[in-house]
């Protein structure tokens, strides 16, 4: 599973257009605990580009099995984040898209952060 990291950075960084600095979604900790490693973040720090862990978990809701209703109000108070640059490109980064719900959670923290400046990257949509 860590070997992918190198193929999947690759790829992203094929199509990454511009200077970003890279903000990874935070994984939630059980989901560490159980690969050994954070594999957004891995995969981020490998790409290239500057990357801040700016986007931190409020709650660690599981979003896997969860229908589209609860993935959305499980993410709308899933993350907070701090120590925005107002100034930065920020280009967040997740592994798979499936309702959209997270990032577009994620993108909402960011901005009431004070970020202005946001682009997102998935590496996989799910049907």
Not at 6 to 27: C, D, H, K, Q
Not at 40 to 63: A, S, T
Not at 108 to 117: F, L, Q, R, V
Request: proline share 3%; hydrophobic share 45%; net charge positive.
């Amino acid at each position: 599973m860590r070997a992918a990291s190198f193929e999947l950075a690759s790829l992203l960084s094929r199509v990454i257009e511009g200077n970003y600095t890279l903000v990874p979604l935070p994984t939630i900790r059980k989901h560490i605990r159980e690969r050994g490693f954070d594999h957004i973040g891995l995969i981020c720090k490998k790409i290239g580009m500057p990357v801040e862990e700016v986007l931190k978990r409020k709650k660690n809701y599981v979003q896997v099995g969860a229908n589209i209703e609860q993935r959305r109000v499980q993410a709308s108070d899933a993350y907070e984040a701090a120590n925005i640059d107002p100034r930065a490109n920020y280009l967040l980064v997740d592994d798979v898209w499936t309702t959209g719900s997270s990032m577009m959670a994620a993108c909402e923290a960011m901005s009431k952060a004070g970020s202005k400046n946001l682009a997102i990257a998935v590496i996989a949509r799910s049907r």
